[in-house]
């Protein structure tokens, strides 16, 4: 516990400061877990575990109902900057129920996410999947010239059948078995040119789409709940290429 809490406080100081002093501290403080002494994968898992599970904390939230009691319809309906005008905390917002809203004004959308400030874009991913972790949610993010806003937002719904399909779709391309195991992005007529692939657990989701290809004109979406035969359970996340299927796979 006083380790997680150390890690959790080096990690914000990072985050904020973007402090190379701050970073290798995080190093040093790594170094010393039981874990890591003990060399190898075993290190980096307890790391990522513990960042994954003090990220979302370590920013500040607000809660915003949208007008009309927050209706899917009703962000829609609003003019640009409707968001950017409601969160200006520094961490993110969560509105009207279904959706995490960056709380930067550099955070305009996915063609704002890049090596340097991936970190933050994580942490509101670890946010919208602590209100939606069922098998049933899927996390969505919309691209360049198909989103109303341009504020970055996750929105965090429950599939249609069409998503349901989809996932069906995408499990049987990427999950594997026990004689046959799957690596890698993998393509399958996936919508919009989408390359998905299979994580255990839950991931540094924008870290690991980037190896997808460019987020500038990106889709992505995020499937936890997957491959949940055996103990492959995890998360499927697809990367799709200028256009929106937010509302052919989920329910509004």
């Known amino acids: 516990m006083a380790r997680s809490a150390r890690v959790s406080r080096l990690l914000l100081s990072a985050l904020w400061l973007g402090s190379a002093n701050a970073g290798e501290d995080l190093a040093q403080s790594l ?7 003990a060399g190898g994968e075993g290190c980096s898992l307890n790391a990522l575990q513990q960042l994954r ?13 949208l007008p009309g009691g927050g209706a899917s319809a009703d962000l829609g ?4 900057g409707f968001l950017a005008r409601l969160c200006n905390n520094g961490g993110y917002c969560v509105m009207g ?4 809203v960056a709380g930067r004004s550099s955070a305009v959308g996915m063609e704002s996410i890049n090596a340097g400030n991936v970190r933050y874009y994580d942490v509101l991913m670890y946010a919208a999947v602590r209100h939606c972790s069922h098998f049933s949610c899927v996390l969505i993010t919309n691209p360049m010239h198909h989103r109303t806003q341009s504020r970055f937002h996750i929105n965090y719904r429950h599939v249609n059948d069409a998503g349901a399909n989809l996932k069906r779709r995408m499990e049987m391309a990427v999950c594997g078995n ?17 390359r998905a692939r299979f994580f255990r657990g839950f991931p540094e989701v924008f870290s690991a789409a980037m190896g ?3 987020l500038a004109h990106a889709a992505v979406s995020v499937w936890p709940g997957s491959c949940l035969s055996g103990d492959n359970g995890g998360t499927i996340i697809l990367v799709s290429f200028h256009c929106s299927i937010e509302h052919t796979i989920s329910n509004r």
Do not use: I
Request: proline content about 8%.
């Open 31 to 37: 170094a010393a877990d039981d874990e890591c002494l």
């Open 53 to 65: 599970a003090a990220d979302p904390e370590d920013l500040p939230e607000l809660v915003v109902e």
């Open 77 to 80: 309906s609003m003019p640009d």
């Open 97 to 100: 129920g279904y959706s995490v």
């Open 178 to 194: 026990l004689k046959r195991r799957v690596d890698g992005w993998r393509t399958g007529h996936f919508p919009c040119g989408g």
């Open 212 to 214: 997808a290809g460019s």
